[in-house]
């Protein structure tokens, strides 16, 4: 409140070039006897969903000439306050879209007294809220072009990147999307905000949640350009002031407030990685599992001799960081047969201390994990879905014994299958997101599947899809309070 009479004194200071003065008396004119009803002191609304509409009730009416001003709440002192007051309309009766950032505001009715040119104001609260803080994200590609379809409470924002951004979604398919909190402008800067990094196989986005605004587009998030536009991976470390891409098989960090500088050339990445207390990564030249450790590599110690200088092409791989700290590797040998992993992804474990590799099978060429077409893994235990054409099926790291799960309805072909988990696994959470997610696509139209899965990891069935939508999907996110689920 003490800031807000400031902004009174302010705005009146402001003001008082309109005032008019008796010459007679050399005073200042006393303020008109009149009063507002009608509109309430404090206002909530979604901002880009919303529209303010308020009639107030002015006894003599046409006494008066009316605007509306409104000014953000987030200011500390009159002195170097870079706060802009808005003008929104010069008329009694306001219908305004709110476009306005979420915040507090103060919003105020400026009655001007026509004779004397006094003016009253009359004070409320504007509390400006996004629906964009809980939902489902849906990261797609349609038609060539790469974007959103957030799905709230409310309803659903299709081409949600397009929507907040003048029109414009980003060019080519879609490669992953990802949650990344305590985003900032500057490295100095204390306006930290959730964001939505966005690849397409051209162009790459980084979007603030709250309001949907590109704050980094592909040509501004790099020190140095990349030579070619070839975005591949973006994963979130568990050191989350850093940001890891890959580009054209070569490695990225951002430390956020800054923008993504390259690796040295020590390897050459695969497009696939993992995060654990190290990120885990492939070299192309070596066909070796190394270590991202922020701006530089980490080999892996002597407890991982068989993943280096290997004989086989890494396939699929997932990670689980966190409370569990384990990763799943599967590659393919010459013969055609595979070896399937679980690495223990703790630090000492990654750096040569203990036993590295928790289990290891062989995999038969004729097993479906070696002719699938999406693959994941489950975040609580040593299970792995995985499709064959329109089949799901389900493995274990235990006996690798198949175990057909459901077929899905003829012509839906599988773009997609994640363990969606929120919050992020922790000790004693409770969880309010927890669904093994299958996107398929059919004739232009993606469907999703949020599956329960059982305590033994099997899944559940449904009969209808959770959701659909023009496009194809690569990504599912699940937000709370601005926060989101991490991509496994």
């Known amino acids: 409140m003490k800031q807000f009479n400031i902004l009174v004194i302010l705005l009146i200071s402001l003001l008082a070039f309109s005032c008019q003065k008796d010459d007679s008396t050399d005073a200042t004119n006393p303020l008109p006897a009149f009063e507002v009803g009608g509109i309430a002191d404090t206002i909530n609304l979604f901002t880009h969903q919303d529209t303010l509409r308020l009639s107030p009730a002015v006894a003599d009416e046409k006494l008066y000439d009316y605007y ?47 004779k004397t040119g006094v003016v009253k104001l009359k004070k409320m609260i504007f509390n400006v809220s996004t ?64 964001g939505l990094i966005v690849l397409s196989d051209k162009d790459a986005g980084i979007y ?25 991976n973006v994963f979130q470390p568990q050191a989350s002031a ?6 054209d098989n070569k490695a990225y960090c951002m430390n956020k ?104 099978d062989t995999i038969a060429s004729s097993h479906g994990l070696m002719n699938a077409g999406m693959i994941a893994g489950n975040y609580d235990a040593d299970y792995i879905y995985y499709s064959i054409g329109s089949d799901i099926f389900m493995t ?11 077929t899905l309805p003829a012509g839906e072909v599988v773009t997609d299958i994640q363990h969606v988990k929120y919050p992020v696994p922790a000790t004693n959470v409770v969880y309010t997101a927890d669904y093994l997610a299958i996107a398929t696509y059919n004739q232009g139209r993606y469907k999703v599947w949020l599956h329960r899965l059982s305590s033994t990891g099997t899944i559940q069935p449904l009969s209808q899809p959770t959701f659909e939508g023009d496009g194809r999907i690569n990504t599912v996110i699940y937000m709370e309070q601005g926060q989101g689920s991490r991509v496994f």
């Not at 850093?242 to 580009?247: A, F, Q, S, T």
């Open 68 to 114: 509306w001003t409104n000014i953000s709440a987030n200011f500390v002192s009159l002195i170097g306050n870079q706060n802009k007051t808005d003008t929104l309309a010069f008329t009694k009766d306001i219908s305004y879209p709110v476009m306005l950032d979420p915040g507090q505001y103060y919003l105020v009715l400026n009655i001007r007294d026509k």
């Open 131 to 194: 629906l964009n803080n809980d939902g489902w994200y849906l990261i797609k590609d349609n038609n060539g072009k790469t974007d959103i379809d957030f799905i709230h409470k409310r309803g659903r924002i299709d081409n949600w990147i397009a929507f907040y951004n003048n029109g414009k979604s980003l060019e080519g398919h879609a490669v992953k999307g990802l949650f990344a909190g305590g985003m900032r402008r500057t490295l100095t800067s204390s306006d930290l905000y959730g």
């Open 208 to 232: 603030r949640v709250s309001n949907g605004v590109e704050t980094y587009a592909y040509d501004s998030m790099f020190f140095g350009k990349p030579a070619n536009r070839r975005p591949q």
């Open 242 to 247: 850093n940001l890891m891409l890959i580009n």
């Open 257 to 360: 407030g800054a923008l993504f500088t390259d690796l040295p050339q020590t390897y050459k990445p695969s497009q696939m990685a993992v995060v654990g207390a190290m990120d885990l990564g492939w070299d192309l030249n070596t066909k070796s599992v190394f270590c991202y450790n922020g701006t530089a590599y980490t080999g892996l110690g002597s407890n991982a001799t068989e993943l280096k200088n290997m004989n086989a092409d890494l396939t699929w791989m997932a990670g689980f960081p966190g409370v569990r700290s384990v990763a799943f590797m599967l590659f393919k040998l010459p013969d055609g047969n595979g070896v399937l992993y679980k690495l223990n992804t703790l630090y000492g474990f990654l750096l040569g201390s203990g036993a590295l590799i928790m289990a290891r």
């Open 396 to 406: 274990d790291i235990a006996t690798a014994t198949e175990r057909l799960q459901f």
